[in-house]
C-alpha cells in the first residue's frame, strides 16, 4: 500500500470558503443520495459533491438488487418469517463467520426501514423478487424497483434529491481534505473541469465515494487473482478513501474482500444474471465439462472461471431458462448485442464451443441421473434441446473492503478511537463480506451502500442541534 500515491490531507484551523454547510458527502452513488435524503427528512442542509457530470457509480452497473427484511414489500407478499437476525445469520454463513459482528448487526437492522423510508417518503416503490433464491440467502428477500437495473435505482434516488432540493454539485473532484490538528473535518477541496479549484467548509463529512476496483495498482498489490481481469465497475473506484485513510492514520478493513462475478458476458462486456444457475443452468470450459458448483455464488464463480482454459467459460441453458433470462433487462441487451447462441443438438452445442460431442454428452447425462454430481449439485432436472450458450470470462465488480468504521459509520484509528465527525460508508468503507470473495453474499454491495447511508444520517442528524426527529 505504501507505494501507492497517497491522496493529500491538509492541517488548517478553518478554511476560507463562500459556502459552509453542516455535511458534505463525498459522492453521489446509492449511499451518498439516501444518506442525502434521511438528513433532509430530518432538517440538516447537506452537499453532495459528485466526480461525474451525472451521478451514477458502481450503482448504475448493478442489477440494483438490495436484500432487506421486515419490509413493506415483503409482507405485502406474505413473507412474514424474516428478521433482521435470520438476514444476519445469513450474511455471516457465506462469510464463513468472518464478517465484522457489530456492522452486520447494524446493517441487518437498518436496511429495512432505510428501505421503507425511501418507499414512503421518496416514492422508490421496491418489488420482492420471489421467483427463486440468490445464492446464501434463507428466504425471499431481495428487493428491486420495477425496472430491474442499477441506472433506473439511480434516476429514482436522483429525482428523489432534486425533488427534496438536495444540492448535488457535479463535476467537483473532491481530492484534498482538511482537518484541524484535533483530527476534526472543517473542509474539503475540490477541482473544476476548467481546472479551477473550489473550497467547501462543513462541520461533518462522509465518505460515500469508492472502493479501489479501478486502480489497477491497488488491485495488483491487494487481489492479485484478479489482477488481470475484466473490470465491470465504475472508473471512479480509485481508492480515494483508503488513501485518505492512510495518510490520516485511520484503520482499515477487509481489503482482500470483494464482488466478483463469473458471468461477465465477453466481448459485448454485459452481465448475465446468476438466476439462470440457480434454476439449472451450468457453465462448461472449452472442454464441455462443468468445474464448480455454481449454486455458491457469483463472486467466487469469477475466480473459478479465471482459472479455465483462457479464462473463458460459457454459460449453458435450454428454453424454460431462457424465458426466466429474457425478465432481466441486463440479459435483453446481451441478447440483442448477439451474445447468445442457438443450438439445436448437443453435435451443435459441441461445435459452438469447440469440445468433443462425446465429453459434452457425458456432461448433460450426468444432470439427468438425479443424484448429486461430482461436486455436489443435485439438478431437478436436465437440459433439453435447444440449447442456448453465452461466452463469459470473470470480473471484478467492487471491492468490500475499506475503511474500518464503528456500527454508526465513524471511521476509526488505529487504535479503535473514532474520528469525531469524520464518517464513511458504502464503497469507502469495510463491508460485511469478510477478506474474501466467497464471503461475498448477494446484494451486500447495495446493503452497505443504502443501509450505511442510512446510518450515517441518523447519526449525523443526532449531532445537530436543528435537526427534527423524523429520520
Sequence with gaps: ???????????????????????????????????????????????????????????????????????????????????????????????????????????????????????????????????????????????????????????????????????????????????????????????????????????????ACNGFGGNARMVRALLPEMAEAAFGGHVGNDGSAILWGEALGARLRDLGGYQGHGSWVTPQGALMSW????????????????????????????????????????????????????????????????????CESVAALADCIGCEAAVLQATLDAMRTGTPTSDGRAFARGLEAPYFAVKVTGALFHTQGGLDTAPDMRVLRHDGTPFDNLLAAGGAAGGVSGDAVWGYLSGNGLLSAVAGGYIAARTLAARNPTRNHSA
Design 1 to 207: 500500500m505504501s507505494s501507492n500515491p497517497s491522496r493529500p490531507v491538509r492541517r488548517a484551523a478553518s478554511v476560507e470558503a463562500e459556502v459552509r454547510v453542516p455535511v458534505a458527502i463525498v459522492g453521489g452513488g446509492a449511499c451518498g443520495l439516501t444518506a442525502a435524503l434521511m438528513l433532509a427528512d430530518a432538517g440538516v442542509d447537506c452537499v453532495v459533491l459528485e466526480r461525474d457530470a451525472l451521478p451514477s457509480g458502481s450503482t448504475a452497473l448493478s442489477s440494483g438488487f438490495i436484500p432487506a427484511p421486515g419490509t413493506l414489500a415483503q409482507r405485502a407478499h406474505g413473507v412474514l418469517d424474516d428478521s433482521a437476525e435470520r438476514f444476519a445469520a445469513d450474511i455471516q454463513a457465506k462469510a464463513h463467520g468472518r464478517a465484522a459482528p457489530a456492522l452486520v448487526a447494524a446493517y441487518s437492522a437498518a436496511i429495512g426501514p432505510a428501505l421503507d423510508a425511501l418507499q414512503a417518503r421518496h416514492g422508490l416503490r421496491w418489488l420482492l423478487l420471489d421467483g427463486f433464491l440468490y445464492p446464501g440467502h434463507g428466504v425471499h428477500r431481495m428487493h428491486a424497483l420495477e425496472q430491474k437495473t442499477g441506472a433506473a435505482l439511480m434516476a429514482a434516488l436522483q429525482s428523489a434529491a432534486e425533488a427534496a432540493g438536495i444540492p448535488v454539485l457535479t463535476q467537483a473532484l473532491v481530492d484534498t481534505l482538511v482537518l484541524d490538528d484535533g483530527d476534526r473535518v472543517v473542509g474539503v477541496e475540490y477541482a473544476r473541469p476548467d481546472g479551477s479549484r473550489e473550497t467547501l467548509g462543513c462541520d461533518a463529512l462522509l465518505l
Design 275 to 342: 438466476a439462470v444457475m440457480m434454476e439449472g443452468g451450468v457453465q462448461l470450459n472449452c472442454e464441455g465439462r462443468r468445474f464448480h458448483d455454481e449454486t455458491q455464488g457469483y463472486s467466487e464463480a469469477a475466480v473459478h472461471v479465471l482459472a479455465q482454459p483462457g479464462g473463458i467459460a460459457w454459460n449453458v441453458f435450454d428454453a424454460p431458462l431462457l424465458a426466466l433470462a429474457r425478465g432481466f433487462p441486463d440479459f435483453c441487451e446481451a441478447e440483442a448485442a448477439g451474445a447468445v447462441r442457438r
